[in-house]
């Protein structure tokens, strides 16, 4: 619903009534999109590695406070991450993975194995940073980083959980590949 021009909480800007949200997302958004293109910030050997994104195992409960994860398995060159696989996303991973001075352009491939929320829960989430990152590089790749799309490997199980975000975003992805359950055996 669209405020009168009187309403506080709304400004005119370019003949258009916005939101005061709009309004505070719109003088963020350089800022936001800054962060979206940042790569690890501490220097990283040549070769692969593993990062442990979990504070907590499957088996804990889901607390409100706990911190979740999954990992994220890299090979590197000249000190940058070339190559990125999440895996599990499970509650916080984004938090974890920025925290280790990860950026959400580190990340071509993610893999679920399985359709409970501590393996899926930040799924949308990168997902969503990934659209507003390759959204943001339209015209121009900065930096030199190139805007790959992502490529999703997922149990049945999670695909069904998944699927309306995926086709959602449907431009983010190079591809999805979708592992059948093995139930005869």
């Known amino acids: 619903m669209l ?3 009187n309403d506080p909480e709304c400004t005119n800007r370019n003949d258009e009534i916005m939101h005061y949200y709009d309004n505070i997302a719109s003088e963020n958004r350089d800022k936001i ?12 050997e040549k ?4 990062a442990i994104l979990r504070r907590w195992n499957s088996y804990t409960p889901a607390l409100a406070r706990s911190e979740g994860g999954g990992y994220f398995l890299y090979s590197t ?3 940058k991450v070339n190559y ?4 599990d996303p499970g509650y916080d991973f984004l938090r974890n993975f920025f925290a280790e001075g990860f950026g959400i352009n580190d990340i071509h491939a993610i893999l679920v194995s399985h359709d409970h929320p501590d393996h899926l829960d930040d799924f949308s989430a990168i997902i969503n940073l ?12 900065k930096d030199g980083i190139p805007q ?8 049945e199980g999670s695909y069904a959980k998944l699927k309306n975000d995926i086709k959602l975003h449907h431009s983010v992805f190079k591809d999805t590949i979708v592992i059948p359950t093995n139930k005869d055996k």
């Open 3 to 5: 405020k009168s021009k």
């Open 33 to 44: 999109r800054s962060i979206l293109h940042e790569k690890k910030k501490q220097s990283i």
């Open 47 to 50: 070769g692969v590695g593993l």
């Open 77 to 79: 060159e000249e000190n």
């Open 84 to 87: 990125g696989i999440v895996i």
């Open 130 to 141: 990934k659209f507003e990152a390759l959204k943001s590089r339209v015209d121009k790749e």
């Open 148 to 155: 790959e799309k992502i490529i999703a490997v997922l149990s």
